[in-house]
C-alpha cells in the first residue's frame, strides 16, 4: 500500500477542480482524478503528472450509481484506500438572459438535474468511497459549495450576492444542509467534512467571468482536505473565514 496520502478530486478534468488536484499533487498526495469525459480525464492526467503530480484517472459520472461504484472499485485496486475526497463536481443548470434563473417561470426539470448532480451525486460519491475513507487515519472530505447556497446572505439586501439563481443557489444551500448532517453522523470517527467556496472564478462554468484563477479558487478546499485531526467539521468557509449559513 502506498505510503502517500490518497486524494479523490471529482470534475477535476479542468478548472476548480484540476486546480485542486494539481495543489494536492504539490504536497505530495496521489490523486485519483475523476471526470466523465475519459478523453478530457486523459488529456488531465497526462498534464499532471508531466508537473510531477503522482495521478491516476478515475473515470466516474457521478449521477451513475454504476460509474460511482466502478470508480470506487478502481480506487480500490490502485491505492487501496482513500485519504480525502473532494466533492467537486457540480453544474449550474440553464440560465436565461443575465444568467438569472427566474424561480416565477423556472423548468423544474432544471432544478432536477442540478440537485441530481450538486447534491445527490455528492451523497452517492461520499456514500461509496467511505468504506474506503475509513481505513485513513486521518479521513477529509470536502465538498466544493457556494457563498450563493448561505442564506443569511441571500436574505440581506446589503448584500450583492449576485443574480436570482432559483436553481443552482439552493442546490448549494441543501449541500451544505446536507454536509452538517453527515458531520454530526460522523462525529467522533475522526472523518472530518466541510464545505468550501471557491469564490468567484473565471471558468467556463462562470463563461470566464470572475476575479479568481482556479488556483486561488482551489485554495479554501485543500486546506480543508489537508486539516490536522481535531480540525473543524460540519463547517462552511472561504478564504476570509467561515461562512454563515
Not at 59 to 68: A, E
Not at 75 to 96: K, P, T
Not at 107 to 112: A, E, F, N, S, T
Not at 142 to 166: C, E, F, K, W, Y
Request: net charge neutral; hydrophobic share 45%.
Amino acid at each position: 500500500m502506498s505510503k502517500a496520502k490518497i486524494a479523490l478530486v471529482t470534475g477535476a478534468n479542468k478548472g476548480i477542480g484540476y486546480a485542486i488536484a494539481a495543489g494536492l499533487g504539490a504536497l505530495g498526495y496521489r490523486v485519483g482524478v475523476g471526470a466523465r469525459d475519459e478523453a478530457r480525464l486523459g488529456a488531465a492526467v497526462e498534464k499532471l503528472r508531466a508537473a510531477g503530480v503522482d495521478a491516476f484517472g478515475v473515470p466516474l459520472d457521478v449521477t451513475s450509481r454504476r460509474s460511482v461504484i466502478e470508480a470506487a472499485e478502481l480506487v480500490e485496486l490502485a491505492a487501496g484506500r482513500l485519504d480525502v475526497l473532494v466533492n467537486n463536481a457540480g453544474v449550474s443548470g440553464e440560465m436565461g438572459p443575465g444568467w438569472v434563473q427566474d424561480p416565477t417561470s423556472l423548468d423544474l426539470d432544471v432544478v432536477r438535474t442540478v440537485v441530481e448532480t450538486n447534491v445527490l451525486g455528492v451523497i452517492q460519491v461520499t456514500n461509496a468511497m467511505l468504506p474506503l475513507l475509513r481505513r485513513s487515519r486521518s479521513p477529509r472530505i470536502v465538498n466544493v459549495s457556494s457563498a450563493v447556497g448561505s442564506l443569511t446572505r441571500q436574505a440581506d439586501p446589503d448584500i450583492d450576492i449576485g443574480p436570482v439563481m432559483a436553481a443552482y443557489a439552493p442546490s448549494k444551500t441543501f449541500l451544505n444542509a446536507v454536509t452538517v448532517q453527515y458531520a454530526r453522523q460522523l462525529a467522533g470517527t475522526g472523518v472530518l467534512i466541510n464545505a468550501a467556496c471557491p469564490g468567484l472564478v473565471a471558468t467556463d462554468f462562470t463563461g470566464f467571468h470572475g476575479p479568481r484563477t482556479p488556483e486561488q479558487g482551489a485554495v479554501t478546499a485543500i486546506r480543508l482536505a489537508t486539516l490536522p485531526d481535531g480540525g473543524p467539521t460540519g463547517s462552511f468557509f472561504e478564504d476570509g473565514g467561515a461562512i454563515p449559513w
